[in-house]
């Protein structure tokens, strides 16, 4: 079984910060992307920013130059540091991992239980 863990949402003014974190647990033999979706009420759930083993991130369009991705590999932990909060990142985030639970299967996606992050002043 794995298991994927958020912390650290919560409610932040207008232009504050927050860092997301995210620990996968389990049989894992590798988590590969890592990152993070989040769901606005009435809305998609959407791409907010994901990060290969390798190094290489993604980000949406909307994020960019405000949130940062990063992990770490040996604790199958991914972080999201957003700063310059706005109203529209409201949402709820979630972890998302592939993860093979050896190498010879493919992977499978997790998704965490979901953080709420509320910007208002």
């Known amino acids: 079984q794995v298991q994927l863990v958020e912390s650290g949402g919560g409610l932040v003014q207008p232009g504050g910060s927050l860092r997301l974190s995210c620990a996968a647990s389990g049989s894992i033999f590798s988590a590969n992307p890592m990152g993070w979706y989040r769901q606005a009420p009435g809305k998609h759930r959407e791409l907010v920013a994901t990060m290969t083993s390798g190094g290489r991130r993604n980000y949406a369009d909307s994020v960019k130059g405000r949130f940062n991705i990063s992990r770490d590999n040996a604790k199958n932990t991914v972080y999201l540091q957003m700063n310059s909060l706005k109203p529209e990142d409201t949402a709820v985030y979630y972890c998302?991992?592939?993860?093979?639970?050896?190498?010879?299967?493919?992977?499978?996606?997790?998704w965490g239980q979901g953080t709420q992050v509320t910007v208002s002043s």
């Open positions: 998302y991992a592939a993860v093979k639970k050896n190498r010879y299967t493919r992977e499978y996606d997790y």
